[in-house]
């Protein structure tokens, strides 16, 4: 009695009318090869752009004008840096400048004293020499 049954099953499959399925035609691809899967979409080359959507959109002036007003701040930002470091090189220079000054004043100092202890020194030799002194 299965057999009957079995038989009948692959007549209604056979019956059904082929314009209730969608058929959708097999698409080549680039190695000739058909694919068996029906359903699958054919591909497609993927678009990559590492542009950012703000230079896909606007114009070539309007980026130019941008370009342009950053350069400007870049000059500028470096114009007072430069300014901020001579400034700072210019105190530096002040202050050694001081500091050589007050060396050299205090140079001048030690080899006054010390000519006048070499002076006084030499006056006390020449005191001592004298029979009135040293009697």
Request: aromatic residues 2%; without cysteine; glycine residues 4%.
């Amino acid at each position: 009695m299965s057999q009957p049954e079995s038989s009948s099953a692959p007549s209604q499959a056979t019956n059904t009318p082929a314009g209730d399925v969608p058929v959708v035609p097999l698409a080549q691809s680039s190695a000739g090869r058909v694919s068996g899967k029906a359903w699958k979409a054919p591909k497609a080359a993927t678009v990559r752009s590492h542009l950012p959507d703000g230079v896909k959109t606007k114009k070539w002036e309007d980026r130019m004008e941008k370009t342009k007003k950053e350069q400007a701040i870049k000059k500028l930002q470096a114009e007072l840096k430069q300014e901020k470091q001579d400034e700072i090189k210019r105190r530096r220079e002040i202050t050694l400048e001081r500091k050589k000054a007050a060396e050299e004043r205090q140079r001048l100092e030690e080899a006054k004293a010390k000519m006048g202890a070499r002076k006084a020194a030499r006056l006390r030799r020449k005191m001592g020499r004298t029979k009135k002194i040293n009697h």
